[in-house]
């Protein structure tokens, strides 16, 4: 069913936000890459080292988070305002293009703010649960973690 997916695909690529927030907040690693699909992903990281334990605590504290029950707020602001934001674009490389004006910023209220065009559900527990189910090394740096969304 279309509505289904379309939801599926919201809850997951939600997820990857949480994800990501707590990888850079934790971490402080970069978003080197991603896919999804509805409920099961993948997002890479530039991690130099993974720590032991590093799978688990991932998964704890992005429960943590849905747990929290987060509001996720969507607003556009100017280039200029937009990139006063300390680390707003979570990517190694800056994927907004010189040419837009303004700019679409997704917001964990107290996790994770970004630039970002996709759709969201409106609180971080709509999510439903995050399996971190493979941390895999895929070179130099190069971390693919492989996630599953649950009900
Ligand atoms: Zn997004």
Same mark, same amino acid.
């Given at each position: !069913? $279309?509505?289904?997916?379309? #939801?599926?695909? !919201?809850?997951?690529?939600s997820g990857l936000h949480v994800l990501c927030g707590v990888v850079?907040?934790?971490?402080?690693?970069? %978003?080197?890459?991603?896919? !999804?699909?509805?409920? #099961?992903?993948?997002?890479?990281?530039?991690?130099?080292?993974?720590?032991?334990?590093?799978?688990?605590?991932?998964?704890?504290a992005c429960n943590a988070e849905i747990?929290a029950?987060r509001?996720i707020? %969507? /607003?556009?602001?100017?280039?200029?305002? $937009?990139?006063?934001?300390?680390?707003?674009?979570?990517?190694?490389?800056?994927?907004?293009?010189?040419? %837009?004006?303004?700019?679409?910023?997704?917001?964990i209220?107290?996790l994770d703010?970004?630039?970002?065009?996709?759709?969201? %559900?409106?609180?971080t527990?709509?999510i439903?649960?995050i399996?971190?189910?493979?941390?895999?090394?895929?070179? /130099?740096?190069? /971390?693919?973690? /492989?996630i599953?969304?649950?009900?």
């Open positions: !069913m $279309a509505d289904e997916r379309r #939801s599926a695909l !919201m809850r997951t690529h850079f907040r934790d971490y402080g690693c970069l %978003v080197t890459g991603g896919n !999804m699909d509805p409920l #099961s992903a993948r997002m890479d990281f530039n991690l130099p080292e993974v720590p032991p334990g590093f799978k688990e605590a991932v998964e704890h747990a029950d509001r707020d %969507v /607003r556009v602001l100017p280039r200029t305002e $937009a990139f006063a934001i300390p680390d707003i674009v979570r990517t190694a490389t800056n994927l907004v293009p010189e040419s %837009v004006q303004d700019v679409r910023i997704v917001d209220v107290g703010t970004q630039a970002d065009g996709g759709t969201h %559900v409106a609180s527990k709509q439903g649960r399996e971190v189910a493979k941390v895999e090394s895929k070179g /130099r740096g190069f /971390r693919r973690l /492989r599953r969304v649950a009900d």
